[in-house]
Structure formats: C-alpha cells, structure tokens
C-alpha cells in the first residue's frame, strides 16, 4: 500500500509539471471580490475549472485564452501590448487538484514559482439546503485561510471539486463565499469538454518553493516601491504613486490572509 501510495503521489507531481491536462467536463466561474479593505463595490472576474475523474485544474479565464493562443503562437512577443493586456489578470495563479495535493503555479515580476500544499480541507456537511439552477444544494462550513466559508454543493454532479482549491465535497461545489463576502464564486456554466488542453500549464519551467516563500506575493508586488522609477522621471509624481503603492499594500484584502 505504501507503494501505490507513493507512485500515486510522483504520478500526481509529473501531471502538474507538464503543459497539457485531459479535460472531461469543465465549470466556468464567476467571482466577485473586493481587493481593498472598505470597499463597497465588488470587482468581477470569471474562471475555469477543468475536471476529469482524478483531477482537476483552476485558472483564470483571461489565462485560461491568453495561454492558448501563446501556445499557438498567436500571441507572442511580436503581439501588440493592446493585445497581451486583453489577457492580462490580477489572478496569475495555475492550481491542480489531486485527492491528496494541491499544485499552484505562480508567476511573480517575470519568474516562476511553484509550490505544493496538503489537501486537507474539513467541512462541516449543515441539514440547509436551497436550489442553484436546476441543482439541488446542500450547505457545508469550513474554516481555511483564515477565513470561514460557506458552499453550496450538489450531489447531482458527482465531482469532489469546485472554485480555487476548494474541494473535497460529495459533489461539485456551485457557490462557495467567506462569511464577509469579500470573496464569492457562483458557477455560470456546466457542460462536458472532452479535450486535451495543451496549454494548461505554461510555466513549466517553475521553481519549487516553500509556500510561505511566496505567501502574499501579491501585497508586495503592489506595494514595490521602486516599481515606477524606469518610466517616471517627475519626482513629485514619483512620490505620489509610490503613497498610492504604499496605502493599497497596507489595505490589501487577499483571498488567503493565512497560509493554512
């Protein structure tokens, strides 16, 4: 057994590492989130879940069609930047979903890093149910991240997956919100897709790290003080956005607020 087990476990590493994932079916997301702490208006992004029957994948859409036609070599560096910015996100992330792991690729300041985390998320199955499209859901309660957070799934799909790197449910997750709102998937479509994408993973070339090496690598980013030197010279403009770099690091509102 402890032999299945970790064979299983350097299959599930050599899937992540390469370029193509064999899709079966695939959820597409919609999520609204407020970035900044006191925000009242909620920004809106959408994502798709790429599934089959031992994994599954998550990633930005804008990624998700900006990587295809990288992969094509329909987009590339000869593209015009209108063109590269219609598939540029906030959300970089690539995130794999095994039973036992979690496998995020994460491009930071034009490097690549990866890192790997237990799939250990433990929900609370609650006696509530409401309907979701033509899905009857029931509800469930989990602490992860430093944030309490509240799904919907139905037993009608029988995936134990849903949106980010939440899972483990006995059907596949339709909504999932933390209990302040700040952060709320819906699913938006459902259909099956059988395809191979080629194009899941491009950064194949990332570096194993620790997770809390990159944890809230975002807030830095943001808040990199010497992001606009080469291509501001006025220096009463430079000291304005550098305040505005400063303040919005201070008041970030990830989705993660704690590595666990």
């Not at 329909?74 to 095994?98: A, P, Q």
């Not at 985390?117 to 992860?144: H, M, P, R, V």
């Not at 999932?176 to 099956?192: A, Q, R, S």
């Not at 090496?213 to 980013?221: G, L, N, S, V």
């Amino acid at each position: 057994m402890k032999e299945l087990t970790l064979l299983f476990i350097i299959l599930s590493a050599k899937i992540f590492s390469q370029t193509s994932f064999n899709v079966v079916y695939e959820a597409d997301y919609k999520l609204q989130y407020k970035s900044q702490k006191g925000n009242t208006i909620a920004k809106e992004d959408a994502f798709a879940l790429l599934i089959n029957e031992k994994e599954s994948y998550f990633k930005n859409m804008n990624k998700y069609v900006g990587d295809s036609l990288r992969y094509e070599n329909k987009l590339n560096d000869k593209s015009d930047i209108n063109e590269h910015s219609k598939y540029y996100t906030f959300f970089r992330e690539n995130i794999g979903t095994t039973n036992g792991k979690i496998y995020v690729t994460a491009p930071i300041s034009n490097k690549n890093f990866k890192y790997e985390e237990t799939n250990d998320i433990d929900w609370k199955l609650q006696n509530e149910y409401k309907k979701i499209g033509n899905y009857k859901c029931q509800k469930a309660i989990t602490k992860k991240y430093g944030r309490t957070w509240i799904a919907y799934f139905t037993k009608d799909i029988p995936f134990p997956f849903g949106p980010y790197k939440f899972n483990k449910l006995p059907g596949l997750i339709l909504e999932v919100y933390d209990e302040n709102n700040d952060y709320h998937y819906t699913l938006y479509k459902f259909g099956k897709r059988k395809y191979t994408s080629k194009s899941a993973n491009m950064n194949t070339d990332a570096k194993l790290v620790d997770k809390s090496k990159i944890f809230d690598y975002q807030r830095k980013e943001i808040g990199d003080q010497n992001q606009f030197n080469d291509v501001i010279e006025d220096k009463e403009t430079l000291n304005m956005l550098r305040k505005k770099s400063a303040d919005k690091a201070k008041n970030y509102n990830p989705i993660e607020l704690s590595i666990y």
